[in-house]
């Protein structure tokens, strides 16, 4: 029997092998794209199939493959695992004994015709047991032909490589299913928490969730990079595509490819030739000599050169949104559209089909709203709820279902930034380029709109109450409609979704304008993703310490991800083995930190949920938020500070808008003349001059006595604003320098220490 060395073609096709599904009974190695590796190669392949099952000895082969080389030649064959060289064989065909023909000598012409060869035990013996069971095998096969007659006698004239794969990997539907199950139950856990009137254990479960989905975005979104990513790093981010609306259904691609071409796209055909042509896997920056794509782009432009203009405009657009495709016939993929290959969705039907997914996700959120609605009032009727149950939402659900929506927007803006993006560059159609542009456009404006509003309720309040908390918290109408863009941070920190918003726009652009430059990509995330890191380290936006921690350790893992992804690139020209433990790196730190989020998120919402009285298991907002909110008429709270947040208030029914609510006209509330905006002074539709009204301006009774016991006053690190005391003044602008009606009641009936919810955490300390 023929050693197992004097096989040089059984070992390229055992360990040629990486994506079927191996188990225990049927393992298997493959591998479906033979790549060159060489400028001039004179072996090339625009289908390679090949399946070795170790349990039988057999290896199933089906190419076509185009041979210019003429002689006798041997095979130095390496097999490299996470980039190190494991065997390394120099065989000569001549002395194989399987009935190879035509390899000795080697014969120039085409290779058409699968075969099987029938290996010895010795084949098994020689592969370690691992290679059939660790889940995206990073494993090649590279093997140089050289001449040993001829004119070019001991040169190489031809190099080709194949990736290995024993078909386990991470790439689970699973692992989809479950992330996006713990994501929607958070959101539904904070909605039901909202609607029980729990606003501080909603707020804060919210926030949890909604960053948790936004660190899955910004894996799904390492996984876009058009950087060379090792087998397991493609696979974990593949874990996370969903939450970039990247899910395919058969049905909706079939409507999606149908609408491309009936607004004048053409539809690629990819997927649909995978039988004729093998797709190599961003190996444009690796493997690929530039040869085969250069030599293409030059062919193109003399052909279109030779064409009227108007054609050639037309030729040049299809050329740019169409897959790179090789001299030899097979085709390329990088980038989004590699992470459109392994999701076996067309890269022509990528864009509409995250845009789809984000417009089902609106529609179905607005009718859950309206049927959530429908069913309460059809519940309270028959009695099965009371009849006060989720009262604020029922009382406002047309405000409540318009913030809900703007939060849809926000949570898919990073999706639409990417996408439509994109879309720019490729232009699949005239209509879907339309689409790109009102979906982006729209929602950044949108988003933007917002944002400008709430940073004028907040200086508003700024100017009439010494702290932004007031009106943010206190107007149920601004809180429910804006609040998603608040909520989450300080009180001082209402304006920091601006700079989250660019730093998304900024992020998507350079994610999907760069697909070509992954090192300029992996520059920019490094510095895009050190500059969150710092500003969230120092700023510490977020509402409590809880918070801050949870979002900075994102952001730490996502400037991580940034310097690995870095690493991954041939700046640093490493080894082949760095890069291999960098990948597992990645991979493993991103799985530990995405299980500890999660059980984290899991084991906090359900002992919110379970709990007595939810809003207790968090600390106190230092901005006194729950003081301005309305009161839960569940809890029958009696503490001071809820007394204090009612009186300040005037509350008589839900929703009941105050003289500064924020969706009041703009001329009243602008009206210089309007008492109301002036600070400090007197209430004139009161019936006693002498009344200072307090219920709307914010100001205390200078009374030395209300003072006199500082301690009372909670000292924090952080407050809304370090201003002057609004005290000082407030007698002064009393005629006849008497105090406040409500300031002498106070001054009576509670401790000479009560100091105003607002000033509290206002940075009067």
């Known amino acids: 029997m023929k050693p197992w060395s004097s096989r040089p073609l059984a070992v390229l096709a055992s360990l040629a092998t990486l994506v079927a599904p191996s188990f225990a009974r049927d393992r298997e190695l493959h591998s479906n794209s033979l790549n060159a590796c060489q400028e001039n190669s004179g072996f090339?392949?625009?289908?390679?199939?090949?399946?070795?099952?170790?349990?039988?000895?057999?290896?199933?082969?089906?190419?076509?493959?185009?041979?210019?080389?003429?002689?006798?030649?041997?095979?130095?064959?390496?097999?490299?695992?996470?980039?190190?060289?494991?065997?390394?064989?120099?065989?000569?065909?001549?002395?194989?004994g399987i009935g190879l023909g035509g390899l000795c000598p080697m014969n120039a012409g085409k290779m058409g015709n699968p075969f099987r060869l029938e290996l010895g035990p010795e084949v098994k013996d020689r592969i370690p047991g691992i290679a059939y069971t660790f889940p995206d095998l990073d494993a090649t096969v590279k093997v140089y032909v050289n001449m040993t007659d001829g004119e070019m006698a001991g040169e190489t004239v031809a190099c080709i490589e194949a990736n290995v794969s024993n078909g386990m990997t991470v790439d689970l539907i699973g692992v989809k299913w479950a992330t996006w199950a713990v994501v929607f139950l958070g959101i539904m856990s904070s909605v039901l928490l909202s609607g029980l009137g729990y606003a501080n254990a909603a707020s804060h479960v919210a926030s949890n969730t909604l960053s948790l989905y936004g660190y899955f975005q910004a894996q799904a979104m390492i996984g876009l990079c058009g950087v060379h990513l090792p087998p397991a790093v493609r696979a974990w981010t593949q874990d996370f595509v969903w939450s970039m609306g990247i899910i395919r259904v058969q049905f909706i691609q079939d409507i999606l490819t149908w609408y491309q071409r009936a607004t004048g796209g053409t539809a690629s055909t990819v997927l649909n030739s995978l039988e004729t042509v093998s797709v190599q896997v961003e190996k444009v920056k690796r493997a690929l000599p530039a040869e085969y794509v250069d030599g293409a782009i030059n062919l193109f432009k003399r052909a279109t050169a030779m064409l009227p203009r108007a054609a050639a405009h037309v030729g040049g657009r299809i050329a740019k949104r169409a897959n790179v495709q090789t001299s030899f016939g097979s085709y390329i993929v990088y980038g989004?559209?590699?992470?459109?290959?392994?999701?076996?969705?067309?890269?022509?039907?990528?864009?509409?089909?995250?845009?789809?997914?984000?417009?089902?996700?609106?529609?179905?959120?607005?009718?859950?709203?309206?049927?959530?609605k429908v069913g309460l009032g059809l519940f309270a009727k028959m009695g099965w709820v009371k009849g006060d149950a989720f009262s604020d939402f029922r009382a406002g659900w047309i405000t409540v279902l318009k913030g809900i929506l703007y939060r849809v927007g926000l949570v898919g803006f990073p999706q639409v930034t990417v996408m439509c993006m994109w879309e720019f560059t490729q232009n699949d159609s005239p209509a879907e380029m339309a689409l790109a542009v009102f979906f982006f456009f729209g929602l950044l404006a949108t988003l933007l709109w917002a944002a400008w509003r709430v940073i004028r309720i907040a200086r508003r309040s700024i100017a009439l109450h010494r702290n932004p908390a007031y009106i943010l918290f206190s107007d149920p109408q601004a809180l429910n409609k804006w609040g998603f863009l608040y909520v989450q941070f300080r009180a001082s920190g209402y304006y920091f979704i601006v700079p989250i918003i660019f730093y998304i726009v900024i992020k998507g652009m350079f994610i999907a304008f760069a697909?070509?430059?992954?090192?300029?990509?992996?520059?920019?995330?490094?510095?895009?993703?050190?500059?969150?890191?710092?500003?969230?380290?120092v700023m510490r936006p977020w509402m409590d310490k809880s918070t801050n921690t949870f979002n900075i350790s994102i952001c730490a893992m996502n400037f991580l991800n940034a310097i690995l992804l870095f690493l991954l690139t041939d700046v640093f020209d490493f080894p082949p083995l760095v890069i291999g433990v960098v990948g597992v790196v990645l991979w493993i730190a991103n799985a530990v930190v995405c299980l500890i989020l999660l059980l984290m998120l899991i084991i906090t919402t359900s002992m919110t949920l379970f709990h007595n009285n939810p809003d207790t298991r968090y600390q106190v907002m230092n901005d006194?938020?729950?003081?301005?909110?309305?009161?839960n008429p569940q809890l029958h709270t009696q503490s001071e500070l809820e007394?204090?947040?009612?009186?300040?208030?005037?509350?008589?029914?839900?929703?009941?808008?105050?003289?500064?609510?924020?969706?009041?006209?703009?001329?009243?509330?602008?009206?210089?003349?309007?008492?109301l905006n002036r600070p400090g002074t007197a209430d004139s539709n009161t019936g006693n001059p002498h009344i200072h009204s307090n219920r709307y301006s914010g100001r205390w009774s200078n009374d030395p006595s209300l003072m006199k016991d500082e301690p009372f006053v909670r000292h924090r690190p952080s407050g809304s604003i370090q201003t002057p005391s609004p005290m000082t003044d407030s007698a002064s602008s009393l005629p006849g320098g008497q105090a406040s009606t409500h300031s002498a009641i106070s001054d009576e009936k509670k401790p000479h220490n009560t100091a105003s919810p607002w000033q509290r955490g206002a940075g009067y300390e």
């Open 44 to 96: 090339t392949a625009s289908l390679f199939d090949v399946s070795f099952f170790p349990d039988n000895g057999t290896v199933n082969i089906n190419m076509l493959a185009t041979s210019s080389i003429q002689g006798y030649v041997v095979f130095d064959i390496r097999i490299l695992a996470y980039g190190y060289q494991i065997m390394h064989e120099v065989l000569d065909p001549c002395n194989i």
């Open 336 to 372: 989004i559209q590699r992470v459109a290959f392994r999701g076996k969705i067309e890269s022509t039907n990528l864009f509409m089909t995250s845009l789809t997914f984000f417009y089902i996700f609106v529609v179905f959120t607005a009718i859950l709203v309206i049927l959530f």
């Open 515 to 537: 697909q070509a430059n992954g090192t300029l990509q992996a520059i920019a995330l490094l510095i895009i993703e050190g500059g969150a890191l710092i500003t969230a380290t």
């Open 624 to 631: 006194d938020r729950t003081s301005f909110m309305k009161s």
């Open 643 to 675: 007394a204090l947040g009612v009186t300040a208030r005037g509350e008589s029914k839900l929703y009941t808008k105050s003289p500064l609510s924020f969706e009041d006209d703009d001329s009243e509330v602008s009206d210089p003349s309007n008492p």
